[in-house]
């Protein structure tokens, strides 16, 4: 099996900085890719942030968020990061750690989805 593991939610204040980590363990062995979404109440989950590890790496960034947000790996420790600056209320959100990856050489591609962090941006 395969696990995300989020850590890093949480309240800050308008133009405050969060730093969320997802650490992925288990039958690993290719990662495709590996983002950020976020769901906030009444919406629908959007991507945040992704980095694509095939044929680059290259990165790909919600067009409110660029600027702000930067999203970057640890390859040892198979762990991605999401610096967030300069936030804002309308980032508040659940914040889902995805990845696509591959368990052999001949398998199928997985999608798996982290439990999700809540990051709360209010005065």
């Known amino acids: 099996q395969v696990q995300l593991v989020e850590s890093g939610g949480g309240l800050v204040q308008p133009g405050g900085s969060l730093r969320l980590s997802c650490a992925a363990s288990?039958?690993?062995?290719?990662?495709?890719?590996m983002g950020w979404y976020r769901q906030a109440p009444g919406k629908e989950r959007e991507l945040v942030a992704a980095i694509i590890y095939t044929g680059g790496p290259s990165t790909n960034y919600a067009d409110s968020v660029k600027g702000r947000f930067t999203i970057s790996r640890d390859n040892a420790k198979i762990t991605v990061y999401l610096q967030m600056n300069s936030l804002k209320p309308e980032d508040t959100a659940v914040y889902y750690c995805?990845?696509?990856?591959?368990?052999?050489?001949?398998?199928?591609?997985?999608?798996?989805w982290g439990q999700g962090t809540q990051v709360t941006v209010s005065s």
């Open positions: 995805n990845a696509d990856l591959k368990k052999s050489r001949v398998s199928n591609n997985f999608n798996y």
């Open positions: 288990g039958s690993i062995f290719a990662i495709n890719s």
